[in-house]
């Protein structure tokens, strides 16, 4: 029975924490009380359907109907943004969308050491111009849409400089 409760307990903690966004790369206070916001967001509304869900599921159950879960347009989506050259890059996320009146949905002062990862949460659909660079070379930009099936965004030092 031990390994039953072993397993489970380890499948459990990697659904929990493996999906987790985390400030750790942030430096821009904004950034990160806006990153905060829209996962506390994100989380009342999947929790709220799921209530509803199994409600709906329980009366379905005593009234002998069909059950169709209820389901929410999506207006997160989870990325990744990763360092795969050897310097540090500084990136600046820009975009149009703007969140609670409170400003745009721009994501400012990520530091990403080498080899860095910083999951993120970004609302979709929507477009992201990609501001990098590392303390030696020159500012790079690189435009990204959520709404794609991109999940991962990888950087490195001289990705978009074209050789003439």
Known sequence: ?????LILLVLTAIILFG???NTRYLTDPTSIGRQKDMKSNRVGKNIGEGCM???????????????EPVESERA??????TNES???????????????????CDVMGIVLPPAAKQKLLLPYP???NVYFQTP????????VRTDSKLRRIRL???????NE
């Open 53 to 67: 869900n199994m409600t709906l599921f329980v009366l379905a159950g005593v009234l002998n109907f069909d059950f």
């Open 136 to 143: 030696f070379t020159e500012e790079e930009k690189l435009e």
């Open 86 to 104: 050897t310097d540090t890059l500084f990136v600046n996320m820009v975009t149009d969308v703007v969140w609670k009146e409170a400003g745009y």
């Open 19 to 21: 999906g987790c966004t």
């Open 1 to 5: 029975m031990l390994p039953k409760k």
């Open 156 to 162: 490195r030092a001289g990705m978009t400089v074209v």
């Open 76 to 81: 997160f989506k989870r990325i990744s943004v």
């Open 126 to 128: 929507a477009a992201y």
